[in-house]
C-alpha cells in the first residue's frame, strides 16, 4: 500500500477588488484616491485596451476562468488563497495608502466559486477601508464559510490558526501573518481590543520561535501545519538571507509549508529537509493587465501550486504546478511556450536552492518541481 497523501491548492495574491470588482455583477463605488487613477472603471479600460473589450457584466466565475477546471481535475482536500482586498461596502479610505482594494460584498459567489477553505488575510490590502471595512470583511467571508485567518476583531482571533478537516481524518492548520517588507503598517496590527491583523515585526529567530509555540499549543497529533506569510518586495527574483533563515527556522520548529507571497510574480521553491518552502507565489487574480513597466517578469503568467504531502510526516512528496495566464481579467491555460518560459525562469531562480521546473510527462500542462535530497 502506498503512502497516505494530502494534497494541498495554494495560491498567491487573490485580489478581486478595484478593476475585477467592477466587471462583476454588483460593482461597488469606483472612486480611487489613486495618484493618477481616481476609477477603478479606468484599469477595465487598460486591460480592454490591451487584449480586446470585456463583456460586463461578466458571471461570478468569470476572473477564474479554466483554473477552475484545474482545481476539478486535481481535487486537492485543502484549498487556500491570500485574499489581498476587502470585501466591503465602507468608504473609510486608509490614510497614507496610495493603492487600495475593494470587492463588493454581493460579489462574494466570485470567491466562493473557487470554495476556497481558507482566506488569508494578514496582508496589506485587507485595512484599506479602515477596521470598519475589515469587519465587514471578515463577517462576509465567515458567513461565506470562506475561513478568514491571520486578521481579527482582537489579538486573540487574528493569531488563531483555521483548522481545516481532510478526507483521510486529519487535519491541516493554516496560520497566516504578515510584514512590514511586504507593506503591512504596523498600525494594523490587531491588539487586546482592537481589529487588526497578526503581525510579525520582523525576521528574528525570536519572531520564529514565537509562531511556532502558537502553532505547537493548538497542534494535535498527525496534524498537517502550513503558515502563510505575507512578507517581501513586489519584484525580483532574491531571497534575503533573513527570509531564508527565517523560514527554516519555521521547518526546523515543526511547519510542514512556509506559503510565502506578496511579490507580484513566482519566486524561487525551496524544500528544506524534505518541507516546502515558497518565497513567493506571485499573483493570481488581479487588475493589472495594461498596466506597463515590468514587462520583463511577465506578470500576466500566473501559477497554481499543488503539493501533495505525505499525511504521516508532512514531507513533500510531490509539487504539481498548474501555468495559467491572466488574458481580459480572467484565467487561461498558459501557452506551451510560456510554461516552458516559466519553469525555466523558477528552474534558474531555484538554483541556489537545489530545485528546478519542468514540464510533466505526458504534455497535460503542468509543471513538476524537481529537487536534490539534501537538507
Avoid at 520564529?208 to 499549543?217: E, F, I, K
Avoid at 491572466?326 to 510554461?339: F, G
Wanted: charged share 25%; aromatic share 6%; hydrophobic share 40%.
Amino acid at each position: 500500500m502506498g503512502q497516505a497523501l494530502v494534497t494541498l491548492f495554494l495560491s498567491g495574491d487573490v485580489m478581486p477588488g478595484r478593476g475585477v470588482d467592477q466587471i462583476l455583477p454588483h460593482p461597488g463605488d469606483p472612486e480611487l484616491h489613486e495618484g493618477y487613477i481616481r476609477d477603478a472603471r479606468d484599469y477595465v479600460a487598460l486591460a480592454e485596451a490591451l487584449n480586446g473589450k470585456i463583456p460586463q457584466p461578466v458571471d461570478f466565475v468569470w476572473p477564474w476562468g479554466s483554473a477552475l477546471d484545474v482545481l476539478d481535475e486535481v481535487a486537492p482536500d485543502v484549498r487556500v488563497i491570500d485574499l489581498e482586498s476587502s470585501v466591503t461596502t465602507s468608504d473609510d479610505f486608509a490614510p497614507g495608502k496610495a493603492v487600495t482594494y475593494r470587492m463588493h460584498p454581493a460579489n462574494l459567489p466570485c470567491l466562493a466559486a473557487a470554495r476556497p477553505d481558507v482566506c488569508a488575510l494578514a496582508n496589506n490590502h485587507v485595512l484599506d477601508f479602515g477596521r470598519q471595512g475589515l469587519e465587514e470583511t471578515l463577517d462576509v467571508l465567515r458567513e461565506g464559510g470562506l475561513g478568514p485567518a491571520g486578521a481579527g476583531r482582537n489579538v486573540e482571533e487574528a493569531r488563531r490558526p483555521v483548522a481545516v478537516a481532510t478526507r483521510g481524518g486529519g487535519r491541516v492548520l493554516v496560520l497566516s501573518c504578515g510584514m512590514a517588507s511586504a507593506g503591512v503598517p504596523s498600525r494594523w496590527a490587531a491588539g487586546e481590543r482592537r481589529p487588526g491583523v497578526d503581525f510579525v515585526p520582523d525576521l528574528s529567530v525570536r519572531s520564529a520561535d514565537a509562531l511556532v509555540r502558537r502553532l505547537a499549543a493548538v497542534r494535535k497529533q498527525g496534524d498537517l501545519v502550513v503558515v502563510s506569510i505575507h512578507w517581501g518586495s513586489n519584484w525580483g527574483y532574491d531571497v534575503s538571507q533573513s527570509q531564508i533563515t527565517f523560514a527554516r527556522r519555521l521547518v526546523d520548529g515543526g511547519v510542514d509549508i512556509v506559503h510565502g507571497h506578496s511579490s507580484h510574480h513566482p519566486r524561487p521553491v525551496e524544500v528544506y529537509r524534505g518541507k516546502l518552502i515558497l518565497y513567493g507565489c506571485g499573483d493570481l487574480i488581479d487588475d493589472y493587465e495594461g498596466i506597463s513597466g515590468y514587462e520583463r517578469y511577465r506578470d500576466d503568467l500566473r501559477l497554481m501550486y499543488f503539493p501533495a504531502l505525505d499525511a504521516a510526516t508532512g514531507e513533500l512528496a510531490c509539487l504539481r504546478i498548474a501555468p495559467m495566464q491572466a488574458h481580459q481579467m480572467k484565467l487561461r491555460h498558459a501557452s506551451t511556450a510560456d510554461a516552458g518560459w516559466m519553469s525555466e525562469v523558477l528552474s534558474r531562480a531555484g538554483r541556489a536552492f537545489g530545485t528546478h521546473v519542468e514540464p510533466e510527462l505526458g504534455g497535460d500542462g503542468f509543471l513538476t518541481l524537481r529537487w536534490s535530497r539534501r537538507s
